[in-house]
C-alpha cells in the first residue's frame, strides 16, 4: 500500500511540474503567479512526506529540472518581484532547500542555468534537463524501499 501511495505521488509530482512547464508563457504573466508558484512548490515539498526512495529521487530530480527551465527563460531571476514586493526568488529557494539541500542558487550556477530573457521551453539538446520519456519518474519496483512514518 505505501508503495502504492509512493507511486500516486511520485506521479502527481511529475504532472505538477509538466503541466507548469507547459503553461509557464501564460502563468508567468498572471498578476497571482507567485500565490500560485507558492502553493506549488508547497505542494511538492509535502511530496517529500512520503518516505520512500523513488519519491525522495523523483520530486527533487523534477524540481531541479523546473527551476533550470525558469533560470533560463528568466523567471527565476534574483530580481523578480510581484505587485507587492515579494521575492520569487526567495521563496523558491527557501522552500526547494526544504526539498534538498542541493536545490539551491549555485545549482545554477553549476549548470550553466543563467538566467536570461524568454528562450523556447524544454528544449532536448539542453545539457542537464529532462528529456520527455514515457516511463519518466518510474523507478524500479526491486529498489523502491519505503517506510512507515
Given amino acids: 500500500a505505501l508503495a502504492a501511495e509512493a507511486r500516486s505521488v511520485?506521479?502527481?509530482?511529475a504532472l505538477l511540474v509538466k503541466v507548469l512547464m507547459q503553461a509557464l508563457d501564460a502563468l508567468r504573466a498572471d498578476p497571482e503567479f507567485y500565490a500560485l508558484w507558492a502553493e506549488a512548490l508547497g505542494a511538492l515539498r509535502n511530496a517529500m512526506a512520503v518516505r520512500c526512495d523513488a519519491v525522495a529521487e523523483s520530486v527533487p530530480e523534477n524540481v531541479k529540472n523546473m527551476l533550470l527551465v525558469l533560470a533560463t527563460q528568466g523567471v527565476?531571476?534574483?530580481?523578480?518581484?510581484?505587485?507587492?514586493g515579494r521575492?520569487?526568488?526567495d521563496?523558491?529557494?527557501s522552500v526547494a532547500h526544504d526539498i534538498s539541500s542541493g536545490l539551491n542558487p549555485g545549482?545554477?550556477?553549476?549548470?550553466?542555468?543563467?538566467p536570461q530573457a524568454h528562450l523556447p521551453a524544454l528544449s532536448p539538446d539542453r545539457p542537464g534537463e529532462q528529456v520527455e520519456s514515457d516511463n519518466e519518474g518510474e523507478a524500479d519496483a526491486s529498489n523502491n524501499t519505503c517506510k512507515q512514518s
Fill in 76 to 84: 527565476l531571476r534574483p530580481d523578480w518581484v510581484d505587485q507587492r
Fill in 91 to 93: 521563496l523558491t529557494f
Fill in 10 to 13: 511520485q506521479l502527481a509530482a
Fill in 107 to 114: 545549482m545554477l550556477a553549476e549548470t550553466g542555468a543563467q
Fill in 87 to 89: 521575492s520569487l526568488w
